[in-house]
């Protein structure tokens, strides 16, 4: 069974620092990677999808990167603001199935 | 377009009731799934519908829950003798049926069972 950890599961920054959000699971057989965003009443939304056979993917000030072979990927956001303040959730999967970590909750202070 | 639409938004509801939860996919996504979420914990995937393919239903924690979807429209999850540790947020999801991986979510419903 596909186990998917984050570290730290919580983390707060003064704004202007970079963020660096770490995800590792145990079954490197996966189709992708996506890291997403869950803000409360809202809903996951999609930040960044990393193919198997991708090491990176970047989207403004995000970035992941996915390591397959040692089973991790890390989640870069550059220069924090208060509206990044959320909680990240890495996601692998294999076919349809999305496995989740618990997440990482994340404080941008002003 | 509008997305995934999830009812009701909370429920709180005494152990031992019964409870049904509703999902509106986008339309046309044929893939729809459904996820619970524990305080503290990642989201734990319960079953998934492919158009008018068997549902893979693998992951219900037990035979008192069930859903039910008809055709590629509105599905319903629904809680028999509900317990305690089944207060959970319930995500549902829907995708195209050729891109599986890429799942919109709901908002969830908040489910407290007393």
């Known amino acids: 069974k596909q186990e998917v950890t984050q570290i730290p599961a919580a983390l707060s920054v003064p704004e202007g620092e970079n963020l660096v959000l770490n995800c590792s699971f145990t079954?490197?057989?996966?189709?992708?990677l996506q890291w997403f965003r869950q803000d409360p009443g809202k809903g996951l939304t999609s930040l960044l999808l990393?193919?198997?056979?991708?090491r990176e993917q970047t989207s403004g000030r995000l970035n992941a990167s996915l390591d397959k072979s040692s089973g991790r990927s890390t989640l870069y956001i550059a220069a924090s603001q208060p509206g990044d303040s959320a909680t990240y959730l890495c996601a692998v999967s294999n076919d349809y199935k999305l496995s989740f970590g618990a997440g990482t909750t994340v404080t941008v202070r002003a | 377009g509008a997305g995934v639409s999830q009812s009701p938004s909370n429920k709180v509801t005494e152990k031992g009731k019964d409870v049904e939860l509703r999902c509106d996919p986008i339309s046309g996504h044929t893939a729809l799934y459904w996820y619970r979420q524990r305080l503290g914990q990642g989201l734990e995937f319960l079953i998934y519908f492919q158009g008018n393919s068997a549902p893979d239903k693998s992951g219900l924690p037990s035979d008192r829950f069930s859903a039910e979807r008809t055709g590629e429209s509105v599905s319903t999850l629904t809680i028999q003798r509900t317990q305690q540790e089944d207060s959970a947020v319930y995500l549902c999801a829907s995708s195209p049926r050729i891109r599986v991986y890429e799942q919109y979510f709901g908002p969830g419903t908040r489910l407290t069972v007393t």
């Open positions: 079954d490197s057989a996966i189709y992708n």
């Open positions: 990393i193919q198997s056979s991708q």
